[in-house]
């Protein structure tokens, strides 16, 4: 494998090459290094990125199916050798004691941290921005917003500074950011990957997903870090299968369903690509139908009263008592909760505490938070009821390109509404793949996001393999970061 | 934390039609904002507390459109998760270090986090 193509090589075909003795795996590690330091510095993908320490954590990697390869790791997401800061000053210098779950699988499989991923302040928001240690910028064009909230994670990956990064989910926050920098992202089935050292922030609705160009990469990490935890009460016994495997399954005869709902405030520019990715899976002989479901439109609504209800309880542990940032002009202890949490907390985390204790409280908490709870069983049924008609649900991952910085920083509504088609599957714990689907005429990536039943991810992974076989997007490297 | 004692509203709403009545008409002024900020425990400054009030109310307005969706009688009743949570194997597994955990204290000494007086202050 020579230094020209090897960030072109899957994950598979490195395991192969470090596996045979013809790809060492320092050399490998440290090509990767390279990038990070020749082009980070424009980006801002990551809050933390200790080259030297890299480097020994890769020489210290052991055999395995994920040998030498580095990741980028939300850094919502704890690990022992990095801080963990959620993008937040409320954390102050927090130091885990602990790998994640998942972080330590991947480590266990040869896998080291590479760098901590930047992220919207707790994972809440759609653009990055909302990081108090900056914004990351687009690959595609160093204007615009990388997405979020794990828009370091696709940013890094995009621009080929790592092969692979984790991100989470709670309303998008993994497909949306790889819809806007052309790359492949996971939210898998809720349940299939531990939470375990992943901070808490809607735990009905949070889940770990995964970054990588391509789907057959992405079923090669997957294979690794799905499966039951006894840490996390919330991770699912369902047996994990061979992902690796189902990625070759044929598509021919499956039937998928585009949600009608999702096509009508389209700019035609969108509408048309979208089209073009139909017209895609009718030639490997798919069905491709119209299905109705009216429901999509209330997501966002039921999301930001559950997720943020779920979130004002989550994020009451950080008080300024047992870690992080606390407040120093504080004289009794009512004083030092308040000013602690009003100087760590960013806006748009105490916009977000403020609404859902809102939702939760007296005389407010049936008429808002039960009200969202009965829609959203109401959307469960009509998902269900759809997906037994068909195999897969079919929109755009988002509903327009990258936006400017700073473009929807002053209209919180407008910056949740980016999440109108991803927030579904959440809400109601489905699989979905959000997969590079071309270019807009400026060159900015847009997106097929494939949603299918609880632990469908082989078959949603398979249909985006062979999409990506077929239309060679995986392969189109930012011209910034060639 | 400790428990709040802010009182809420009164009148205790618990009729459908009412709740949807609630959510149609929702309002969020400067003094409903300090109540919420006392409930959540931040302090707020009068300019966040001002701009709150206008971004509460616009996306108050925006969540209200629950108020349409028709649910046929009777009504969902929410199903939390897919299965039971699995809870693990009871038993004794070593606790982190006491040392660890208290290097990420603000303020921790001889086994104790240290936090302003409560009882008995001059």
Redesign the interface.
């Known amino acids: 494998m020579s230094t020209d193509d090897f960030f072109g090589s899957s994950l598979s075909e490195v395991s192969a090459a470090i596996g045979a003795g013809s790809l060492e795996r320092a050399r490998y590690a440290e090509l990767w290094l390279g990038r990070i330091r020749e082009h980070e510095s424009r980006l801002h993908s990551l809050i933390h990125f200790d080259e030297g320490k890299a480097r020994a954590r890769a020489s210290a990697t052991t055999s395995g199916s994920l040998a030498g390869v580095p990741f980028a790791i939300k850094d919502n997401i704890v690990t022992r050798d990095e801080p963990t800061t959620c993008g937040s000053r409320i954390l102050?210098?927090?130091?885990s004691?602990?790998d994640s779950t998942v972080v330590g699988k991947l480590k266990g499989a040869g896998a080291f941290v590479a760098g901590k991923a930047n992220l919207d302040e707790f994972a809440m928001g759609s653009s990055t921005e909302h990081s108090v240690f900056g914004v990351t910028r687009n690959p595609w064009d160093l204007q615009r917003v990388a997405g979020g909230s794990s828009g370091g994670s696709a940013a890094a990956v995009a621009a080929r500074l790592v092969p692979a990064a984790l991100g989470s989910e709670t309303g998008g926050s993994v497909r949306q950011p790889a819809a806007l920098c052309g790359v492949v992202g996971l939210k898998p089935t809720?349940?299939r990957i531990s939470r375990s050292g992943l901070v808490a922030f809607a735990s009905?609705l949070d889940q770990i997903g995964i970054v990588t160009r391509t789907a057959a990469d992405c079923a090669w990490i997957l294979r690794e870090i799905a499966g039951?935890d006894?840490?996390d009460?919330?991770?699912?016994?369902e047996p994990v299968p061979d992902y690796v495997a189902a990625i070759d399954n044929d598509i021919s005869g499956l039937r998928f369903g585009v949600v009608r709902e999702a096509l009508a405030s389209l700019s035609t520019e969108v509408r048309d690509n979208f089209n073009d990715a139909l017209t895609v899976l009718r030639s490997e002989g798919a069905v491709v139908e119209e299905i109705s479901l009216p429901?999509l439109?209330?997501a966002?609504?039921?999301y930001?009263?559950v997720a943020n209800a779920e979130a004002?309880a989550n994020l009451?542990r950080f008080?300024?008592?047992?870690?992080?940032?606390?407040s120093a002009d504080?004289?009794?202890?009512?004083?030092?909760?308040?000013?602690s949490?009003?100087?760590g907390?960013g806006?748009e985390v105490?916009?977000r505490?403020?609404?859902g204790?809102?939702a939760l409280?007296?005389?407010?908490y049936?008429?808002?938070y039960?009200?969202?709870?009965?829609?959203?069983?109401?959307m469960?049924?009509d998902f269900a009821s759809a997906l037994s008609q068909v195999d897969c649900l079919l929109t755009p991952t988002t509903p327009g390109p990258a936006f400017l910085i700073g473009e929807k920083t002053s209209d919180?509504?407008a910056m949740?509404l980016s999440d109108i088609f991803t927030a579904p599957a959440n809400l109601i714990?489905i699989p979905a793949v959000a997969v590079p689907s071309g270019f807009t005429d400026n060159g900015l990536p847009l997106s097929l996001q494939i949603m299918g039943p609880?632990f469908s991810e082989g078959r949603l992974l398979g249909v985006a393999n062979r999409y990506q076989t077929r239309t060679g997007f995986a392969q189109v490297v930012p011209p910034e970061f060639r | 934390m400790l428990p709040c004692d802010v009182p809420g509203p009164d009148d205790r709403v618990t009729d459908g039609e009412r709740e949807r009545e609630l959510l149609k008409l929702m309002k969020i002024d400067s003094d409903e904002v300090t109540r919420i900020a006392a409930l959540a425990h931040i302090e707020l400054s009068p300019a966040e507390i001002t701009s709150m009030a206008g971004e509460l109310s616009s996306i108050l307005e925006y969540i209200a459109q629950l108020e349409a969706i028709e649910l046929a009688p009777p009504e969902p009743e929410p199903e939390m998760a897919l299965s039971l949570p699995v809870l693990r194997e009871d038993e004794v597994t070593p606790s982190l270090p006491t040392a660890a955990v208290a290097g990420n204290a603000p303020s921790f000494s001889n086994g104790f986090f240290v936090v302003p007086r409560i009882i008995g202050g001059e």
């Open positions: 102050g210098a927090f130091q004691p602990v809720y349940g009905s039951h006894p840490a009460s919330t991770s699912s016994r429901i439109s209330s966002i609504a039921i930001y009263v004002s009451s008080d300024g008592v047992r870690y992080g940032f606390r504080s004289s009794d202890l009512q004083q030092l909760y308040r000013n949490r009003g100087q907390f806006p105490k916009r505490i403020m609404l204790t809102f409280s007296s005389g407010y049936d008429a808002y039960g009200r969202a709870q009965r829609v959203r069983q109401r469960r049924t919180p509504l949740y714990g609880h």
